[in-house]
């Protein structure tokens, strides 16, 4: 019942071909379709649904909207009327409006980003097929990655002007859909200004997450690797497309993931991201990241932020 | 000076904030050549004019510049010489302003990541 996992994200970028190149020679993920109006759809071999990635020709970068999958055509209903409850303006859009989706909630985050929930969308199944399947198929491109995993959004943070869009839509996830949080980063003089959070519907240790920054953003979106020696060769094979690596594969403190980020052509950010961290379940404990150690959570192994990391993102709306 | 499209030209390229100059070939992107400088607090980011850290202004010499974020240059900019370094390629010899800065360092953030 309720959100199941994320559905797909809508990027806008600069150069359609020039990401196509990008989202299928280098992260190797799958066309499935292109509509009249010049947006791209592709889904990773192992999803099932049509697309979990829309690229948009634009001319800005960013982000146009992020969408979940729930369970049940109801739960839209039952959703509906919780987010109206919590103040929040929501939509209902008839079915085909969200592309090859059925009916859907559109709403806005309490941080700005466009949110979709949808209960069905075209199916096209995996590379593997269903019967007898192999645990891969021949043929791909790249990374190969599997799937969309999460993404990381970025909000503003001014505590000295008593903003903090973290706490805002963790509370919101939290409270109206149900989303558990897993980890978070606690900072200032006390301890209690709630800068990142990351959450989860699925057993995973996230579906989302919120960093604090100086304005709204898309901070990046992550595809599933199985392991770390897949990591490295998705490295290998982005130096050998001279993607720009804002980060080597190096693991997270938080989540445990093994990562890379990288940026598109289009200067969005990506992330392959492996290995299932840890079970997070409804009864696990929150994690807490302090101020000091910050830097170890999200790169465990060098300590420090990057300068990148809070200054190097593109538009979430 | 003239532009000159030979895509094989080395150009020089002044920066003017810090006085310095260095060579940048017609086929590099100027953020590209100034890393060469191997010089700390280059705005350096995603080099794909998505995130607009590199942010110059031109101020004399000829450019030619490819897909840029609308959200970073507006068109009125472009006009007045604004561009992002990153999509910037050498014509002829360029002078130009720095414009974007990335946040100051880790120890200068009060709430972790702000
Ligand atoms: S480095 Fe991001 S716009 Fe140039
Ligand atoms: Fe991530």
């Known amino acids: 019942m309720g959100v199941m996992r994320i559905g797909h994200i809508n990027i806008r970028v600069l150069d359609m071909p020039a990401a196509l190149k990008h ?10 379709d292109e509509d009249s109006a010049g947006n ?21 970068a960013g982000m146009n909207h992020i969408a979940y999958k729930v369970e049940n055509d109801a739960d839209l209903d039952t959703l509906k009327k919780r987010i109206a409850d919590y103040g929040t303006d929501v939509e209902e859009v008839p079915a085909g409006q969200l592309p090859y989706c059925g009916r859907a909630l559109r709403f806005w985050l309490p941080s700005g980003h466009l949110m979709y929930l949808y209960a069905e969308k075209d199916f096209v199944g995996k590379s593997v097929g269903t019967t007898n399947p192999e645990p891969w198929p021949d043929g791909l491109k790249g990374a190969g990655a599997h799937w969309l995993d999460h993404a990381l959004l970025m909000c503003e943070l001014d505590p000295e002007r008593g903003v903090n869009k973290v706490a805002e839509a963790t509370k ?4 109206v859909l149900d989303f558990r949080l897993c980890e978070q980063v606690m900072v200032g003089p006390d301890g209690d200004i709630q800068a990142a959070t990351w959450m989860a519907r699925t057993s995973t240790p996230h579906d989302i997450a919120f960093v604090g920054g100086p304005k709204m953003g898309l901070h990046h979106c992550a595809f599933f690797l199985d392991e770390w020696n897949d990591v490295l060769k998705a490295a290998d094979i982005m130096a050998k497309h001279k993607v720009k690596i804002d980060v080597t594969p190096q693991r997270h403190g938080i989540t445990r993931g093994y990562t890379i980020y990288f940026f598109d052509p289009s200067g969005n950010r990506n992330e392959t991201f492996a290995g299932l961290g840890y079970l997070s379940q409804p009864d696990m404990p929150v994690i807490t990241w302090t101020e000091e150690e910050l830097g170890r959570g999200i790169f465990y192994h060098t300590g420090e932020l990057n300068e990148a990391f809070t200054t190097v993102y593109t538009e979430g709306a | 000076m003239a532009a000159d499209m030979d895509p094989t030209k080395r150009w020089t390229i002044h920066i003017r904030d810090t006085d310095e100059h260095y060579d940048c070939d017609a086929g590099q992107h100027l953020l590209k050549g100034m890393l060469q400088l191997g010089r700390k607090g280059i705005p350096s980011g995603c080099h794909g004019g998505g995130c607009g850290v590199c942010k110059i202004r031109i101020v004399s010499g000829e ?3 490819i897909t840029m974020s609308r959200a970073h240059v507006s068109e009125e900019e472009q006009q007045q010489g604004y561009a992002l370094a990153c999509r910037c390629f050498p014509r002829s010899d360029v002078s130009l302003d720095v414009v974007g800065k990335m946040q100051k360092t880790v120890c200068k953030r009060r709430y972790g990541f702000v």
């Open chain 1, 172 to 175: 919101f996830m939290k409270e």
């Open chain 1, 40 to 60: 791209v759809y592709l889904k990773g071999w192992d999803e099932w649904d049509k697309y979990s990635v829309m690229l948009s020709p634009a001319d800005r």
């Open chain 1, 23 to 32: 989202y299928e020679d280098v992260l190797g993920l799958i066309r499935t």
């Open chain 2, 63 to 65: 450019v030619e510049t």
